[in-house]
Nanobody
Framework: QVQLAESGGGLVQAGGSLRLSCAAS????????MGWFRQAPGKEREFVAA????????DVANSVKGRFTISRENAKNIVYLQMNSLKPEDTAVYYC?????????????????WGQGTHVTVSS
């Protein structure tokens, strides 16, 4: 069974950058599609980015396109979310998630395993 742990969140000024990491335990990590979601206070959890098991295909939400990049290192069991040109509206708890499938999804209900989340605060 895979377990996920996010890190890298924090406080950053608008225009700054952060890189989130999601470390996975378990030997089958490279078989799973992975996603990043976020949840701002009072809002529903929303899709941010997803990546195929091999890392050759990615997708990002329109709201972060051109600013955020998802990648993975299967040899290290890590998924990254590089966030550039951060805006105050990016403030949220960011979660990584694993989908027990080779196909990613933008739907949060399609992911079976979640990390505990890491807080990102962007000040104006």
């Amino acid at each position: 069974q895979v377990q996920l742990a996010e890190s890298g969140g924090g406080l950053v000024q608008a225009g700054g950058s952060l890189r989130l990491s999601c470390a996975a335990s378990g030997r089958t990590f490279s078989s799973y599609a992975m996603g990043w979601f976020r949840q701002a206070p009072g809002k529903e959890r929303e899709f941010v980015a997803a990546i195929s098991p091999s890392g050759d295909r990615t997708d990002v939400a329109n709201s972060v396109k051109g600013r955020f990049t998802i990648s993975r290192e299967n040899a290290k069991n890590i998924v990254y979310l590089q966030m550039n040109s951060l805006k105050p509206e990016d403030t949220a708890v960011y979660y990584c998630a694993a989908r027990f499938s080779s196909r990613w999804s933008v739907g949060r209900n399609d992911y079976q395993l979640w990390g505990q989340g890491t807080h990102v605060t962007v000040s104006s």
